[in-house]
């Protein structure tokens, strides 16, 4: 949540920090700021809502500077409003700041005891009196911020101005991502590598603890305690043009079409077909470790989590090993049991999930080893890892994860497959038919994505409905939990996702005339256990929606509406149906006309807790 862009070189810094803050507008924000210094003073602009009312008074009140920083805030600590955006000022010292500081409360009482007024209900606020305060004894800004910084508990990116060193910008991190761009004499910082591609692709990721001090076209990097550091800059190679909409009305329905391509970049190069296994470059655990593992969690939030339900049933059936699939936000409140035998998965998109990341930590605290399962390359999850397998879906700007949450079952099966091979559950042949399977599924997808113009004919008939019952069985239940969540994210329709066969354990009581039912019944070996689930909806009145196999007259003839998928996907079923899935959300949520890549209270990436 929350996003920072930074700028400092000879270039007018408000546009620059402008349309880096448009590209993080997928990571949700109730207001927008910013700050750039010319001529010794600090000026600063704020808004509260959409980063348009914040250009409107751009442009009724300019800001010039080659030096300055800006922010969109995602409410924490005070309510949305204008005195609540960043950035914060104190004297001199001007701070924008994603995060949160667990003892401002206690800094904030002794701050006001020395005198220092606050203006606003934030936790931000009082690092920029905290550092004004440290200048009163220091001549030097930047120890000035070491010395702040240390008495601050809690999670921050910051990024840093002040009045009396007008040349020079301050970044640091502890717990929250921050990313720092390469310039030809200029420098850029942002939460997130879209903000600031347009403008390099040399890249540093920064570690937690860290700060840099940029200044004389030069940026110096150390720990937030004053030791040096040498950081080697990564090349990124994720073109501008991936972020932009393409022509689509919006960036959820482009990456619902991106998905074929998507699973393609994240197969290449690691199929090996006449061996019947696959090469995963960054998993760093050898045969031996794969064969002892005695257990495995997987640990996730949302989407993610739904996609670690799907990799139980994979790794549970061809790998013979037990499987626990946890919320974050619950395994890092309790006991869990792990230990030196337990494999801990983690997945995550961004990276960055700030309960995921702290689920990580306890589990390796406690023995266990760890894999994640990302999107973004160097990000806090994967950094910290024992091995990694990255997805290649390219940026996702859409708040509601499509083409990261296909990636991320292709690399299940991926990692189901090197686990079998590796622990002989798994045979050469079935092996060989797994990745034939993968290697079909884009074909698959691109059939599967001419559903588009009928889901978009038939969403009108849904717009009136007020709840929604997904049903699956096996390993498309979670694809009916992950359904349900589309919908209910982007159209603010309330809709519940269940195991088919648990449907007469409760939900069926809300089965009427006005209740549509999605039932994913694709051909293979449940198929006759959820037709029975189906007929016992229409026989109550329920308006059945069927994902079914194409050519299954037997559904087609009993439904409302049939929407047909190649009937030779049984194998990678999670993966194609989810795309009708995905465009029954879309497209209900266009015509109710709600903000469909940004949907109201929610975030790309749930980076506090």
């Known amino acids: 949540m929350c996003g920072i862009v930074g700028y400092i070189g000879e270039q007018d810094a408000t546009p620059i920090i402008i349309e880096g803050l448009r590209k993080l507008e997928y990571r949700g924000y109730d207001s927008a700021g910013i700050c750039t210094i010319c001529s010794g003073a600090a000026s600063t602009r704020r808004s509260q809502g959409k980063l ?43 701070v924008v700041h994603n995060g949160i500081i667990e ?18 209900e934030t936790d931000t606020e009082v690092i920029s009196h905290l550092i004004d305060e440290e200048m009163k004894g220091c001549d030097d800004f930047v120890q000035a911020v070491r ?41 850029f910082v942002a939460s997130d590598i879209p903000a600031i591609l347009s403008h390099t692709r040399s890249m540093i990721f920064m570690e937690d603890s860290e700060m840099v001090v940029f200044r004389d076209g030069e940026a110096v990097f150390s720990t937030i305690k004053g030791e040096p550091l040498e950081k080697k800059p990564r090349h990124i190679d994720w073109s501008p043009l991936m972020a932009e909409k393409g022509g689509y009305k919006h960036f959820m329905l482009k990456e619902i079409f991106e998905q074929p391509r998507a699973v393609r970049d994240t197969i290449a190069g690691r199929l090996k077909e006449t061996e019947g296994d696959v ?53 890092r409140y309790r006991n869990p049991v792990v ?65 990261a949450f296909v990636t991320q079952l292709v690399a299940l099966y991926l990692f189901t497959i090197r686990l079998g091979r590796a622990r002989n559950t798994m045979s050469l042949e079935q092996g060989q038919k797994m990745i034939g399977s993968l290697v079909r599924v884009p074909q698959l997808m691109e059939e599967t994505l001419k559903l588009n113009a009928q889901v978009e004919k038939m969403a009108r008939n849904y717009l009136a409905s007020r709840d929604f019952l997904y049903l699956g069985r096996g390993i498309n239940y979670p694809i009916a939990l992950e359904g349900a969540l589309k919908l209910k994210e982007i159209s603010y329709i309330h809709a519940e996702g269940y195991p088919a ?48 196999s194409a050519g299954n007259e037997a559904v087609k003839n009993k439904v409302e509406v049939a929407l047909e998928v190649p009937a030779d996907g049984e194998d990678m079923s999670p993966l194609i149906l989810s795309i009708p899935m995905q465009l029954l959300a879309y497209h209900v949520a266009v015509l109710k006309g709600t903000d469909v890549d940004q949907p109201r209270n929610l975030a790309k990436s749930v980076t506090v807790e």
């Open 52 to 94: 348009v009312n914040l250009e409107k008074l751009l442009k009724e009140s300019p800001l010039v500077g080659s030096v300055g920083i800006g922010h969109t805030r995602w409410a924490t600590h005070g309510r949305p409003s204008e005195i609540n955006a960043h950035p914060h000022q104190a004297g001199s010292v001007v």
């Open 103 to 120: 003892n401002y409360l206690e800094l904030r009482e002794e701050l006001k005891g020395a005198g220092h007024v606050f203006k606003s």
């Open 147 to 187: 010395n702040g910084l240390a008495r601050v508990r809690g999670a921050y990116a910051l990024c840093i101005l002040c009045e009396k060193e007008p040349g020079l910008m301050v970044a640091a991190k502890l717990g929250s991502p921050m990313v720092v761009g390469l310039g030809n004499g200029e420098f």
């Open 279 to 331: 090469y995963l470059e960054d998993l760093a655990l050898d045969e031996a470790q794969l064969a002892g593992i005695q257990r495995m969690t997987i640990i996730a939030c949302g989407t993610s989590w739904h996609a670690a339900l799907v990799g139980k049933f994979l790794i549970e059936e061809h790998c013979r090993i037990p499987v626990e699939v946890d919320i974050a936000s619950e395994f």
């Open 339 to 403: 230990d030196d035998k337990t494999l801990v998965v983690l997945i995550s998109q961004s990276g960055e999930t700030a309960d995921t990341l702290a689920a990580m930590r306890e589990a390796k605290r406690r023995g266990a080893k760890s894999v994640a399962i990302c999107n973004v390359v160097d990000s806090s999850i994967p950094r910290e890892s024992d091995g990694i397998i990255y997805t290649h879906a390219g940026p996702e700007i859409g708040v509601a994860s499509t083409k």
């Open 501 to 548: 066969g648990e449907m007469k354990h409760g939900p069926i009581a809300l089965i009427d005339e006005h209740m549509p039912v999605v039932v994913l019944l694709p051909n293979g070996e449940s198929f006759e256990k959820t037709f029975s689930n189906m007929e016992e909806v229409i026989a109550r009145g329920g308006r059945v929606i069927a994902v079914c």
